[in-house]
Structure formats: structure tokens, C-alpha cells
């Protein structure tokens, strides 16, 4: 469930109000998007995922409110984080590409 959008981090692209599928976000005039309808958030990943400068954070537990704040996520190195694993951005790789398996089934042509 969507739990954060860093006021620090937000260029205000309005990205996750546009790619999110159940309409979560509500575009503020001169601001950064507010999460409007937090349990209406499928856990999808799209707003996280389209975030070009890591300002969102969603918690993987889509039945249960973390309620974590933007310090704690920033010192953990969480906001972004879904985005990283998957290596979306500038010199980012999947972990997937870490994994043996996965190389194995690249060099076969899978």
C-alpha cells in the first residue's frame, strides 16, 4: 500500500497520479500530489515504479497500514526501492541479473 511521497524528493511530475490504475493521488495545484484515497491502493507498484527520482514508497503488505515515516525509509534506503530492484533508472540492473539461474537462461535463449 502506497505509504509515502518524500516532500524533499518530488519534483511534482504528477507521474503517479497519471500511471496509477485506481486513482490513489490527487494532482495539487503548485504542490506535490497527495495520497487522497490510500485504501483504494492495489499494491500495484506502478506509482513507485514511474517515479523518476525515488520520492514514493510502498509497502509490499497491501492489508496492513505501516505508517513509517520519510526518515526512516530514507535511512533505510527504501523510498525507491521496488524501482531498484527491478532496475528501473540510470545505471540500475534487476536483481534478477544477479542470480545464476537467470544468467543460465539468457545464455540458453530463453
Not at 540510470?90 to 534478477?96: I, N
Amino acid at each position: 500500500m502506497i505509504e509515502v511521497i518524500s516532500a524533499a524528493r518530488c519534483v511534482e511530475c504528477n507521474q503517479c497520479v497519471s500511471v496509477c490504475p485506481t486513482n490513489v493521488f490527487d494532482r495539487v495545484e503548485d504542490g506535490i500530489p497527495v495520497i487522497a484515497r490510500q485504501s483504494d491502493c492495489q499494491t500495484c507498484f506502478m506509482c513507485e515504479l514511474y517515479c523518476p527520482v525515488d520520492a514514493l514508497y510502498v509497502a509490499p503488505d497491501s492489508e496492513n497500514i505501516v505508517g513509517v515515516t520519510e526518515a526512516a525509509l530514507e535511512k533505510q534506503g527504501l523510498l525507491g526501492g521496488y524501482r531498484e530492484k527491478v532496475g528501473w533508472g540510470k545505471g540500475r540492473q534487476p536483481v534478477a541479473s544477479h542470480d545464476y539461474m537467470y544468467k543460465l537462461s539468457l545464455r540458453a535463449g530463453f
